[in-house]
């Protein structure tokens, strides 16, 4: 029930699926998109403080 309600609150905060999906633990499904995005641990916790 959290990580659900941890989604929902990021969606609605307007965060991108590439930046939620790692953020919930998740790897991206799409190939293409996995091999050029590489998710940063400090980016994702500076663009989750801003939201």
């Known amino acids: 029930m959290m990580r659900k309600f ?3 609150q990021l969606i609605n905060a307007g965060m991108p699926w590439e930046i939620r999906e790692p953020m919930m ?3 991206l499904k799409d ?5 050029y995005f590489l998710a940063d641990p400090e980016e994702l916790k500076k663009v989750y403080l801003i939201i």
């Open 25 to 27: 633990g998740h790897k």
């Open 6 to 8: 941890f989604n929902t």
């Open 31 to 35: 190939r293409v998109r996995e091999a």
